[in-house]
């Protein structure tokens, strides 16, 4: 009995530590669909067809983990030489609206630098740290559906870093991260086969 409860105990400890693990990798390196800047993440899959001549994209941003507090205001992005649309942002956060194209000049909060396939939207405020995720439906144009997506961002008052880089568009949403509970059950579960097997050797 006393092998069980110590066995129990670590599969327990294994299990949160693993919870924790988990929790905090929410962009790992190398992931082909998330970009990462001051512990927010943006985490991009393919949304189909907008029911015309263009596809969707969901963009999800989530930051409970970041490093200054701050607001996010704008940001831009370039799915190659395709026209952005429309976008419809979470409830809650404010108008966001797309701005247009890219120029040398600011553009109604973002900053371009020049980058003429970049499109600035804007219009709304997020502010971090906090959980939660945000989720963004960006309607881009062209025959096909978009593989890749380029992102600028912030243009927000200070504390979170800036970011430009590209990442891949995944087809579905991404894993879902196991919770706590789904774990300990998990735990639970392999602490007791001992105790199973001593029941039917008995």
């Known amino acids: 009995m006393k092998s069980a409860l110590r066995g129990f105990l670590v599969v327990s400890l294994l299990c949160f530590g693993l919870v924790r693990i988990a929790v905090a990798d929410t962009c790992p390196a190398g992931g082909t669909n998330c970009l990462e800047t001051g512990g927010v993440t943006f985490t991009f899959t393919g949304g189909g067809s907008d029911g015309g001549t263009g596809f969707l994209v969901n963009m999800v941003i989530t930051g409970a983990s970041t490093s200054a507090t701050d607001i996010l205001l704008s940001f ?27 120029t040398p000049t600011d553009q109604g909060g973002c900053n371009l630098a020049g980058s003429a396939n970049h499109w600035c939207i804007d219009g709304g405020g997020i502010p971090f740290p906090q959980s939660g995720s945000f989720l963004f439906v960006i309607d881009v144009a062209g025959p096909n559906a978009p593989t890749t997506a380029d992102l600028m961002a912030f243009q927000s008052p200070a504390g979170i870093p800036g970011i430009s880089a590209s990442t891949g568009i995944g087809g579905g949403t991404p894993p879902p991260v196991p919770e706590p509970g789904t774990i300990m059950l998990l735990g639970l579960g392999i602490a007791g086969v001992p105790l199973f097997r001593k029941a039917r050797r008995a």
């Open 76 to 102: 831009a992005l370039q799915f190659g030489t395709a026209e952005v649309l429309g976008v419809t942002g979470p409830t809650g956060t404010g108008s966001w609206i797309v701005e247009g194209q890219g």
